[in-house]
Nanobody
């Protein structure tokens, strides 16, 4: 079982930057061999896959709306993987609740790395507001 905890959200002006973090809770298994991703959902809109990363940082995937502005990374330390999302040049349209997620790597995930249906474990979310 994997429990994920996000942090780093907040309010920022357009053009600003934020870095989101996602760590396994102390009661959680480490998702070191799982695909990790960031999703977001704005009020009245569907959930959107923002970025995904394979185990070992081998490959990354981005939504077109954030490409060249957001960077997803994962860092392994003391046998725990921490997931990050560096968000630069933020825009008002980036305002949303941001969630990290973990899912099985391989198989059908490779065809749809930004699909929420490919992820089993989800964090509670952290709010990002750009205005």
């Amino acid at each position: 079982h994997v429990q994920l905890v996000e942090s780093g959200g907040g309010s920022v002006q357009p053009g600003g930057s934020l870095r989101l973090s996602c760590t396994p809770s102390k009661y959680s298994n480490n998702p070191y061999n799982m695909a990790l991703a960031w999703f977001r959902q704005a009020p009245g809109k569907e959930r959107e896959g923002v970025a995904a990363i394979t185990p070992g940082n081998t490959y990354t995937y981005y939504a077109d709306s954030v490409k060249d502005r957001f960077t997803i990374t994962r860092v392994t330390s003391n046998a725990n993987d921490t997931l990050y999302l560096q968000m630069d040049n933020l825009k008002p349209d980036d305002t949303a609740m941001y969630y990290c997620a973990a899912g099985g790597y391989g198989g059908s995930w490779l065809n749809q790395p930004l699909s929420g249906t490919k992820y089993l474990y989800w964090g509670q979310g952290t709010q990002v507001t750009v205005s």
